[in-house]
Nanobody, 112 residues
Framework: EVQLVESGGGWVQPGGSLRLSCEGSGFTFSNSIMTWARQAPGKELEFLSGFLRDGSTYYLESVRGRFTISRDNPKNTLYLQMNSLQPEDTAVYYC??????RGQGTQVTVSS
């Protein structure tokens, strides 16, 4: 059974940082394209960042320079380091492996 379990969300003040983690199981994590997406209230899901099959990374323009994606293949874990968080970053953040599965999400709230 494929499982993707996110953790690390929470409340943070503007300018703060959070590190999200996503542990995968039930599939070959090391060979898989892995991405982070988020959905804010009333908005569509948007893909923020991801690892492509060749190991390169991409970032949505609005998070480039503030967010950093990384992975630890032996631990089957994907990370998203988020710095300089702003209220507009408030959303449910999902770990997504295209055509494999998506986690349940972790809430990130940025407010003063």
């Amino acid at each position: 059974e494929v499982q993707l379990v996110e953790s690390g969300g929470g409340w943070v003040q503007p300018g703060g940082s959070l590190r999200l983690s996503c542990e995968g199981s039930g599939f070959t994590f090391s060979n898989s394209i892995m991405t982070w997406a988020r959905q804010a209230p009333g908005k569509e899901l948007e893909f923020l960042s991801g690892f492509l099959r060749d190991g390169s990374t991409y970032y949505l323009e609005s998070v480039r320079g503030r967010f950093t994606i990384s992975r630890d293949n032996p631990k089957n874990t994907l990370y998203l380091q988020m710095n300089s968080l702003q209220p507009e970053d408030t959303a449910v953040y999902y770990c997504d492996a295209p055509r494999i599965g998506r986690g349940q999400g972790t809430q990130v709230t940025v407010s003063s």
